[in-house]
């Protein structure tokens, strides 16, 4: 069974642009859970998508937003760039995002704004 | 709000040494504990989940256990190889999601 993957794998932006990252779960895991991974911060929650709707979300504000279309591939927006967004993107999937879910990570999206 | 704290940040160990790393946590409510590993600019791996009504998980030379209690989970790790060198993270979630919350990892390094 493929792994959960990411594109693109690597990214570079200017302040003020805005990016879209794409996550590809496990075949049949219908819940895509996206993190910040900062040195500063570490591993920051941002939403959780679960057949087509945003079933959590973290405290991040607005430009960070995301989708989740009906084969469960998942893409996040975050618009209007800032330096701090600068960090490792990380996607991870589960079949329903239970209690007795193995969350499943991809390898990530390095996002650097410049 | 649940948090996570592992400690120590880092370790250095010889080969062939049996470690243990720790995790804490504040919401003994938990639902359940995974511990992932992390290798350098890399996804997470995950090596165990323990639900709330388990004391431990095995697989191969890890073992993780689990006291609500006392809110802390260990990592056992046998016989440690270079392999092994990585950042480990341990997650709880609790508090009516199951999303889970980090701790910022422990980075270990086994070297020969």
């Known amino acids: 069974k493929a792994g959960v993957t990411q594109t693109p794998r690597y990214l570079i932006k200017t302040r003020g642009q805005q990016v879209t990252l794409s996550c590809s779960p496990i075949s049949g895991h219908r819940s895509v859970s996206w993190y910040q991974q900062t040195p500063g911060q570490g591993l920051q929650f941002l939403f959780e998508?679960?057949?087509?709707?945003?079933?959590n979300k973290g405290n991040f504000p607005g430009r960070f937003s995301g989708r989740q279309f009906s084969n469960s591939r998942s893409e996040m927006n975050v618009s209007t760039l800032e330096l701090g967004d600068s960090a490792l993107y990380l996607c991870?999937?589960?079949?329903?995002?239970?209690?007795?879910?193995?969350?499943?990570f991809g390898p990530g999206t390095r996002l650097t704004v410049l | 709000k649940q948090e996570v704290t592992q400690i120590p940040a880092a370790l250095s160990v010889p080969e062939g040494e049996n470690l243990v790393l720790n995790c804490s946590f504040t919401?003994?409510?938990?639902?359940?504990l995974q511990w992932f590993r992390q290798d350098p600019g890399k996804g997470l791996t995950s090596l165990l989940l323990i639900q709330s009504s388990q004391r431990e998980q095995t697989s191969g030379r890890l073992n993780a256990s689990l006291d609500k209690s006392s809110g802390r989970s260990t990592l056992y790790i046998a016989a440690s190889q270079p392999g092994d060198s990585a950042t480990y993270l341990c997650a709880g979630s609790s508090g009516g999601s199951y999303i889970p919350t980090f701790g910022r990892g422990t980075s270990l390094i086994v070297h020969p």
């Open positions: 919401d003994s409510a938990i639902y359940n």
């Open positions: 998508y679960f057949s087509e709707t945003q079933r």
């Open positions: 991870a999937s589960s079949l329903r995002g239970g209690a007795t879910d193995t969350q499943y």
